[in-house]
């Protein structure tokens, strides 16, 4: 990693990240749902945004690789070694691409079914692997771990090792704790809870919209208790 890598690894570099995904809109308020976990949500993350700034997406993966070299070289580690990266598509593809770029580590992903009839075949993966190697699962977004859980599945059935997935921000609505009891430890560089408060102190929301995110996660907390 080169010294302006681990700038980023602290809470300076996710403050920036914060900022430039305010800045190209990934942040919308209001009342919002998205399948089966986010009901009447006050905030929806569009972190696919990232693709409309390159500088965004760099950063992104410079603060992912630092993520993850932090987590490797703690005492007690708390990632396994891995030989690829697995993208989610869509949002999660774009984010492994550069971090794939960023750190030297090839990349595989599921292709989504293109019309009806594929979804009878076996999951096709895109990428070189062999079975026995173990990947680390990339995604943009948690929320209650559907894709997660369906990619673990679906690279295990064809002899991939899975023990950690990456993800850039993570909702806190139950996907840390289902992942866990699936035997997937999540990472999230940036949480729900982190992210409001910076919000706020860079006065991006007013205080009623501040209350209305901590409610609302603090719901969704009390949901996987």
């Not at 300076?12 to 998205?34: H, R, T, V, Y």
């Not at 976990?37 to 390159?54: A, D, H, M, R, V």
């Not at 729900?192 to 603090?218: F, G, K, P, V």
């Amino acid at each position: 990693m080169t010294s302006s890598k681990n700038e980023h690894a602290g809470t300076s570099g996710k403050d920036l990240l914060i900022e430039l995904l305010w800045k190209i809109g990934a942040f919308q308020f209001g009342e919002f749902s998205e399948g089966n976990t986010s009901k009447n949500s006050p905030i929806f993350i569009n972190t696919k945004q990232i693709i409309s700034s390159p500088n965004t997406l760099r950063t992104a993966g410079e603060l992912v690789a630092a993520e993850l070299e932090i987590l490797q070289t703690r005492r007690r580690q708390n990632l396994s070694d891995y030989h690829f990266l697995a993208g989610i598509p869509l949002g999660g593809l774009h984010l492994a691409t550069a971090l794939s770029l960023q750190i030297g580590k090839p990349l595989l992903y599921i292709r989504p079914p293109r019309i009806p009839s594929d979804l009878a075949e076996p999951p096709y993966l895109e990428g070189t692997y062999r079975p026995g190697q173990q990947a680390l699962v990339v995604d943009d977004l948690a929320t209650g771990g559907t894709s997660l859980r369906e990619t673990t599945i679906t690279l295990r059935s064809l002899g991939i090792k899975v023990s950690d997935a990456i993800v850039l921000i993570d909702r806190e609505e139950g996907a840390t704790k289902k992942m866990e009891e699936f035997g997937v430890r999540v990472h999230a560089l940036i949480t729900m809870s982190y992210l409001a408060r910076r919000l706020i102190e860079n006065e991006h929301i007013s205080q009623e919209t501040y209350e209305l995110l901590q409610t609302y996660s603090d719901m969704q907390k009390d949901k996987t208790l």
